[in-house]
């Protein structure tokens, strides 16, 4: 064991629950209803980010006029009736693993940009939210990700330095975000790999979340 890591804290989406290929469907469905163009690689660019610095990416890419809150609650819409339907599935190896860091004494939190009730919601439909000791959603910081703020935030929950603190992170927002914050940042790839900018700010990459062992 790395005696200098006392601490996990996890991005929820695309990490912790499979959930990322939702947001990016429903997002260019939902944009595409009211006629905006959105693509998959508009959805990937704003994974994790907060709501300020999505709208000003997205109206980048689609104009001004782009009306990221209507945009926003017809995804939310389209989301919750596939989930409602077909359920939500977490990241192999997820209970495992969040069992394993229980059952070794680390601290467990998650950092993540969905809202708090639906948080609760996802993670307790599949038996996953009582393994973390703090919950951190970017509505209880100033700036959510890539801004440090979240993950600042997580570790003073946890009682540690984030340097004490695997950030795991499956985005470039998110890792920036645990990168600027201190953490030692572990990509877990979940629809892109390791890319050039994001390379030089990862303490490593695993292949899944048991894989994540390694580094601890």
Known sequence: MNPDIKGIISDMDGVI???EK???RFWCEAALFYGYPMETHHALSIRSMARPFAIAKLKGFFGE???????????????DKFISENGIESKPGAAEFLGFLKQNGYRVALATATAPERTKKYLSALGLYDYFDEIVCASMVAKGKPEPDIYLYAAEKLGL???NCIALEDSLNGIKSASLAG?????????????AEAIPLLYGVADNLIDVKRFL
Request: with cysteine; glycine share 0%.
């Open 183 to 195: 953490c030692k940042t572990v990509m877990v790839p979940d629809l892109d790999r390791p890319s």
């Open 161 to 163: 330095a984030p340097e």
């Open 65 to 79: 006029d782009f009306d990221y809150c209507k945009v926003h609650d017809k995804r939310i819409e389209l989301m």
């Open 22 to 24: 939702l947001y990016v």
């Open 17 to 19: 629950l499979d959930t």
